[in-house]
């Protein structure tokens, strides 16, 4: 009788313990948000106010200033622009300077992969990297024009030297040292598979260090636009024609400043185009697809 009592007891409790549970389960409390708050969930938009709030911001200082040879207005500026666009002579400058910088910029890359590459299957390829990294990567682009002219004569052959010299040593310094810290667990997986040489950068370390590669790629591309237009600023010209930094400094020349804000407001705009268009894009289908980054 004591062993039945026990029992029961026992199946009471039990049966007691799961309907409190079923009492106090907590369940999924859906919380709608509203129109502003899904709107400004959404990145670009609060990108998109930030300008706007910068804009503002621009456009009451200098009503403030009341200066235009100091800071024309957002307005004013954005005047010139459009009527420079209109009748194309800030898209053909445009043009050509990406022609330019796409051309350096790519054989940049180019170079600091295949150092990268020499540096990390032979030991004389990594002491050759570190050498000409401490040598050159300090040095700015910009300083070796001069010896550029010497060398390529007045032309966009000398630009482009200078700015691949821009380059090519930060991404080269990012590849690298996104490959050196590729995990020995990835290595060995490698070494498993019996990849060598090119095989085992293609396979294993360029995926596992992509986040660094496409970082030095960022920098890289800042670099390479900083150097173009402070390059075109110093001589820019080629068979009477040059770039944005030349369309600034012609601007500049005829006190048209607006215009040289224009040319610089170009700069800006193109570089958040890549940035947010180009790159974002990349990252989103390798890094934070993979995991890598959130």
């Known amino acids: 009788m004591g062993k039945k009592k026990k029992t029961a007891s026992i199946d009471d409790l039990k049966n007691k313990y799961e309907k409190e549970l079923q009492t106090n389960q907590i369940q999924e409390i859906k919380i709608e948000l509203s129109i502003f708050e899904r709107i400004f969930n959404i990145g670009a938009v609060r990108k998109a106010l930030i300008i706007i709030a910068l804009a503002l911001i621009w456009q009451f200082y200098a009503v403030y200033l009341d200066n235009e040879l100091m800071l024309p207005t957002f307005l004013a500026t954005a005047k010139g622009f459009l009527s420079v666009i209109l009748n194309g002579e800030l ?36 002491d050759f990297l570190e050498v000409l990294t401490a040598m050159f990567n300090p040095l700015p682009a910009i300083a070796l024009l001069p010896l550029a002219l010497l ?5 966009y052959p000398s630009i482009i030297f200078v700015i691949i010299h821009a380059v090519t040593w930060p ?55 900083r150097t173009l237009i402070a390059a075109e600023l110093v001589f820019g010209v080629s068979s009477g024609g040059g770039g944005l930094g030349w369309f600034i400094y012609e601007k500049k020349n005829q006190l048209d ?18 940035e947010n268009i180009v790159f974002k894009t990349i990252e989103r289908k390798t890094v934070i697809k993979w995991g890598m980054k959130f």
């Open 91 to 126: 898209v053909e400058k445009t043009v050509t300077s990406l022609k330019v910088l796409f051309s350096a910029y790519a054989c940049g890359v180019l170079l600091a992969g295949t150092l990268t590459v020499l540096a990390i299957t032979t030991r004389v390829g990594t």
């Open 257 to 274: 400043i607006d215009l040289v804000f224009a040319g610089l407001l170009t700069v800006i705009i193109i570089g958040i185009l890549i």
């Open 171 to 225: 991404i080269a310094l990012n590849i690298y040292n996104g490959f050196m810290s590729v995990s020995n667990t990835l290595r060995m997986v490698g070494k498993n598979y019996e990849l060598t040489g090119l095989s085992f950068v293609f396979k294993i370390l360029i995926p596992a260090a992509f986040a660094s590669i496409l970082t030095g790629l960022k920098v890289g591309w800042a670099f390479s636009w």
């Open 151 to 155: 060398w390529f004569g007045l032309g």
